[in-house]
């Protein structure tokens, strides 16, 4: 989607922050014991109340209202049976629809105690992020988000999940300009102006390719590594990217 007047960034506004408010709630409740149905049955009852539709479900009939993944497990885990225990990185990932605007954000939350590693690798995820968000802005290129993250992680010895990309979002759940890159690649295509995508680098300490396992869903690191997700949907404007997923 590609912003052109005031009404369209504020309708993405609303589900922005709805989609953020929702992963809050489901992080702050959050404790060994659960299971992540129970973690799901919470992001859906917040979404409900807003008057929000889960994405995953509707675009694509994923089992759930959220996408829950638990250490192993790096992105689209079912809500089931598993049980959730201390030293667990759980990764929220929600995107929603509210009056044909759609919105995606993402973390990886920690369950105390974890190693100094994976505490580590959460707050460098965060900042891998961070970094890309900074190269969101109009006329400057698409690879400038990948090239940026790849020097980061390269100088901290950490490895990018390189079939896991960041997406255009806004009218759909995703849309133009599709596949965009989160580590170094020769995409020669330009940020327009009001562009509306996703930035979210997959960090991990020896990933390099997501592969999917016999549900159909679940993605898993290869090789085995701890791996984390940072998610924010963003509008480029001449001067930057405005989050618009942010908790409010």
């Keep these: 989607m590609t ?19 929702t992963m809050q709630a489901m992080g702050a409740a959050l404790e060994p014991g659960m299971t992540t149905r129970e973690l799901d049955d919470i992001g859906r009852a917040f979404l409900e109340r807003e008057g929000a539709e889960p994405a995953p479900e509707a675009t694509y009939g994923f089992p759930g209202a959220t996408c829950i993944s638990v250490n192993e497990e790096i992105a689209h885990g ?81 490895t990018l999940i390189r079939n896991l990309a960041s997406h255009g979002v806004g009218r759909s759940l995703h849309e133009y300009p599709e596949e965009i890159a989160t580590w170094p690649s020769r995409d020669r295509r330009r940020i327009g102006k009001g562009l509306v995508l996703t930035v979210e680098p997959f960090l991990s300490t020896g990933g390099h390719w997501a592969e999917q396992g016999d549900d159909g869903w679940t993605l898993y690191a290869e090789p085995a590594a701890p791996a984390v997700q940072y998610e924010h949907t963003v509008v480029a404007t001449a001067k930057g990217a405005i989050i618009v997923t942010r908790p409010g």
Excluded: H, W
Excluded at 15 to 20: C, D, E, L, M, T
Excluded at 95 to 124: M, N
């Design 3 to 21: 912003i052109t007047q005031q009404d369209e960034l504020d309708g993405l506004k609303v589900i922005g922050r709805i989609v953020a408010n």
């Design 78 to 158: 079912i809500p089931g049976d598993r049980v959730v225990a201390a030293g667990d990185l759980v990764n929220i990932d929600v995107s929603a629809s509210k009056d044909g605007y759609f919105a995606d954000t993402g973390a990886t939350f920690r369950v105390a105690p974890v190693p100094d590693a994976l505490d580590r690798l959460c707050r460098d995820g965060k900042r891998a992020m961070q970094i890309g968000i900074a190269q969101v802005a109009e006329g400057k290129p698409l690879s400038g988000i990948g090239a940026a993250i790849g020097r980061f992680a390269s100088a901290r010895g950490y």
